[in-house]
């Protein structure tokens, strides 16, 4: 049973980096954050930060540990890249009013 534990913990930690990656990525490419809800991700990176603290005050389970930090980390990226080019848009807009 636990062979089949740390078989579904990769396959959430496989999902997880495919499912936050892209966006990091096309944030940092088209340097937009206007498209991003910034609560939202304030959610998830309070969510997030909650998941890991749990792994790691409650879970002996290295690989769980790692997953949510990676989680945690690929949260706090994109809320920082949705709040910095929200930023610099508004201070074009103001440069250019």
Request: some cysteine; charged content about 20%; overall charge positive.
């Amino acid at each position: 049973m636990e062979t089949l534990g740390n078989i579904l913990l990769i396959i959430v930690s496989i999902c997880t980096f495919l499912s936050y990656f892209p966006q990091i990525i096309k944030c940092l490419k088209t340097k937009k954050g206007e498209d991003l809800s910034i609560w939202s991700w304030v959610l998830w990176v309070v969510s997030s930060l909650a998941y890991t603290l749990y792994a790691i005050l409650c879970q002996d389970t290295v690989m769980l540990i790692v997953e949510t930090s990676l989680e945690l980390l690929f949260c706090v990226i994109i809320l920082i890249c949705a709040i910095v080019f929200r930023k610099k848009k508004n201070v074009k807009i103001e440069r250019e009013a």
